[in-house]
């Protein structure tokens, strides 16, 4: 069993920065994934930011909406991931969940409880 923890989350104004962290514990043998999603009120969650893992190569991707603003990087060692978030837009409010891919014989995700990011104008 796995449990993600995040943390970084708040109220930010227009323009400023959050760093939102998320540290995985439990039975990980191996982490293939890991990535950020967003939920708003009355929206669809949708993936943020994602790094996803083969061996030794490894790649990033992002949705289009954040592209250039935000930045994904992890540390596999320590179970973590990052989330870098600049610029920050009104529209960028929403619940923040991270989720890693684990497994070796069988995979499964997982989920944290989320993070509230809530930018003011």
């Known amino acids: 069993q796995v449990q993600l923890v995040e943390s970084g989350g708040g109220l930010v104004q227009a323009g400023g920065s959050l760093r939102l962290s998320c540290v995985a514990s439990g039975n990980i043998f191996s982490i293939l994934a890991m990535g950020w999603y967003r939920q708003a009120p009355g929206k669809q969650r949708e993936l943020v930011a994602g790094?996803?893992?083969?061996?030794?190569?490894?790649?990033?991707n992002y949705a289009d909406s954040v592209k250039g603003r935000f930045t994904i990087s992890g540390d596999n060692a320590r179970h973590t991931v990052y989330l870098q978030m600049n610029s920050l837009k009104p529209e960028d409010t929403a619940v923040y969940y991270c989720?890693?891919?684990?497994?070796?014989?069988?995979?499964?995700?997982?989920w944290g409880q989320g993070t509230q990011v809530t930018v003011s104008s």
């Open positions: 790094i996803t893992s083969g061996g030794s190569t490894s790649s990033t």
């Open positions: 989720s890693m891919r684990v497994g070796f014989l069988e995979i499964n995700d997982y």
